[in-house]
């Protein structure tokens, strides 16, 4: 299995050192392997839109509008 190094700030580091008993390597792939899920089914819907990226970025903002509205109340 290839082996790949991750980076993360000191105060998360000192938490993870908390809990020595987890294999965060496991939560790593796990993590990892989730998110790759997610983004290939994203690709997949993203092949078949005909939107265009403008067309996408306007429904975001009235999606955005309407979102802002419903909790300003």
């Not at 987890?22 to 792939?29: G, K, L, P």
């Not at 392997?33 to 996408?56: G, M, N, P, W």
Request: aromatic residues 6%.
């Amino acid at each position: 299995m290839p082996t790949i190094t991750l980076s993360v700030p000191e105060d998360i580091k000192k938490e993870m050192d908390e809990f020595r008993d987890i294999n965060w390597s496991a939560v790593a792939r796990e993590a990892i392997k989730s998110r790759l899920s997610q983004l290939v089914l994203f690709r997949s819907i993203v092949s078949k839109s005909k939107l265009t990226e403008k067309d996408a970025l306007e429904i975001g903002k009235k999606i955005n509008a309407s979102l802002h509205e419903r909790y300003k109340k």
